[in-house]
């Protein structure tokens, strides 16, 4: 297998793990005696790699002098990293002597002393194609042997990205950075065996098409590697596209660039009807331009085609690409153009329907002034009705006499009539 690498030459170092079958004949393996290993006076910096059992606590460092160190409590210098089931510890300029290790190491380990510790991974192709997806592996090897140990991937931290670099008309011109994926090493997804130091990510590249860097960064808080290289993303190269009538049908147009081998191409679609339903279509052109009735577009409603795409360039290289989901709606057909007599006649019988509404709007309109003018007339009337009839009674009553105030009072004629009756008596 081609690989890239990124190396750091002089690291050692030290993995606990499981005995190997060349262990005896390799004078790089130690032997681990109730937990202990003894490190050589020449050693600068070393890195444990220490596996326990499931759910065990980590490790508690011994050094010669009898001093302890701790996942939380222990000198700058020493970098440490812990899952479940496993410790990565890194020391600088170590104490030469026998070192101990107190926990639920696995039994029957044992140390291997390595250096030159590199990342290989398969190189990534230099263009792809947007939406492609991609399978590749990469391994952590010191001494060009790979590490494999259960649960080595749960202490690293794998980072894909993609990074533009900006080149003026680029469609991705100041976008991203995308994070595209990252490697596993549990079986899952398209990783074949768990636990075997091989390490596999699916990468998805549907992103804006242009001039990227991809930078992959593998790393814990013991250690970091990365690798960095100039990727181009360039438009797919192939294109679907529908057309007809749900009288004449619809057709499925696949156009393919000439770079790709029609031979060598085979599409996997899927049709969404309107009512929910998944149809297969598997396609495989035999030219750059082909078509293919769509009888399944018998319905009225809105349509979907989705699908992948697996095919090889001109230059023998495979590829395997997710298609954007083309969307279609299925609407009723359209009415026939009309003859000049038929748009005379259409236009004069809408005249008489314009003009007898008019005359229907002038009917309405009299008809409503004269009913508010006999509404008026009416209110008007019962007034008048009813301020005569309260005239007629105030004019119907007599008027009360007036009462005199004493300086009204005359009494002249009341002495005149009485002195006469004094003159007789």
């Known amino acids: 297998m081609r690989c890239g690498s990124v190396s750091r030459n002089g690291l050692l170092f030290f993995l606990l793990t499981l005995v190997w079958p060349a262990a005896a004949n390799d004078p790089q393996v130690l032997a681990l005696l109730d937990n202990r290993f003894r490190i050589d006076h020449a050693v600068e910096q070393v890195t444990l790699l220490v596996r326990r059992e499931n759910g065990s606590a980590p490790v508690v460092v011994v050094q010669p002098n009898g001093s302890k160190w701790y996942i939380n409590r222990h000198p700058e210098s020493v970098r440490w990293s812990a899952t479940d089931s496993s410790d990565m510890i890194l020391v600088d300029n170590p104490t030469p002597g026998p070192w101990q290790l107190i926990g639920a190491v696995d039994q029957g380990s044992e140390i291997r002393l390595m250096s030159d510790v590199k990342l290989h991974h398969e190189p990534f ?31 690293l931290a794998w980072k894909v990205q993609l990074r533009s670099a900006n080149r003026a008309g680029d469609e991705n011109f100041a976008s991203g950075p995308y994070d595209i994926g990252t490697y596993y090493d549990d079986g899952s997804g398209l990783d074949e065996r768990p636990h075997d130091g091989i390490f596999t990510a699916n990468l998805d590249f549907d992103y804006p098409t242009g001039l990227y860097e991809l930078q992959m960064t593998v790393e814990n808080p013991v250690f970091s590697r990365q690798s960095r290289q100039p990727i181009l993303v360039v438009p797919q190269p192939l294109r679907l596209r529908v057309d007809g009538s749900l009288e004449s049908g619809y057709q499925l147009h696949v156009s393919i660039e000439p770079e790709i081998l029609p031979q060598q191409v085979h599409l996997a679609l899927t049709v969404h009807t309107p009512e929910q339903q998944r149809i297969d279509l598997p396609l495989q052109p035999t030219q750059l331009e082909q078509s293919w009735a769509l009888p399944m577009l018998s319905e009225l409603g809105g349509y979907s085609i989705s699908g992948q795409v697996a095919g090889t360039t001109g230059g023998r290289e ?33 005249a008489e329907v314009d003009e007898q509404q008019a005359r229907e709007r002038v009917l309405w309109v009299v008809g409503g002034i004269n009913l508010a003018l006999l509404v008026l007339g009416g209110v008007g009337l019962g007034l008048w009705l009813r301020r005569q009839r309260q005239h007629q009674a105030r004019q119907a009553q007599p008027e009360p006499e007036a009462e005199l105030t004493p300086e009204e009072v005359d009494l002249s004629a009341l002495v005149s009539d009485l002195a006469p009756e004094t003159k007789q008596s």
């Open 318 to 350: 495979e590829f395997f690409l997710e298609l954007p989901q083309l969307h279609l709606f299925v609407a009723p057909a359209a009415p026939e153009p009309l003859s000049h007599e038929a748009m005379t006649d259409l236009a004069f019988e809408q």
């Open 125 to 155: 192709p230099s263009k792809l194609f947007r939406g492609q997806r991609l399978k590749l592996t990469a391994e952590i090897a010191g001494d060009s042997e790979r590490i494999e140990m259960r649960d080595f991937y749960a202490q």
